[in-house]
């Protein structure tokens, strides 16, 4: 029932930037954590970052200090700041809410990053 719709993804050169949102159905606050996660070619989909509706985050070792999760409550918005981008950063990037009591977890579509000069 609960719709995640994420946007911004598209093709950048190696060093560059992107920003993706995830707009949801309903207030974020709601959830007990939100994240992203990516799924690349021939690989599993991983952890990225997330943020717990307390405001702790979280990062996998191969973004930290260049993805930057974020939220905007008003907007049921969550957002990942992509700086100094990387090939092995390309990926199908989604969208994940999770919520404790009931226990839920829904997935957006997935935007598609490509790094590539």
């Known amino acids: 029932q609960v719709q995640l719709v994420e946007s911004g993804g598209g093709l950048v050169q190696p060093g560059g930037s992107l920003r993706l949102s995830c707009a949801a159905s309903?207030?974020?606050?709601?959830?007990?954590?939100m994240g992203w996660y990516r799924q690349a070619p021939g690989k599993q989909r991983e952890l990225v970052a997330a943020?717990?509706?307390?405001?702790?985050?979280n990062y996998a070792d191969a973004v930290k200090g260049r993805l930057t999760i974020s939220r905007d409550d008003a907007k049921n918005t969550v957002y990942l700041l992509m700086n100094s981008l990387k090939p092995e950063d390309t990926a199908v990037y989604y969208c994940?809410?999770?919520?404790?009591?009931?226990?839920?977890?829904?997935w957006g579509q997935g935007t598609q990053v490509t790094v590539s000069s």
């Open positions: 309903e207030s974020i606050f709601s959830f007990n954590a």
């Open positions: 994940n809410a999770n919520r404790i009591v009931p226990r839920s977890r829904y």
């Open positions: 943020i717990t509706s307390g405001g702790s985050t």
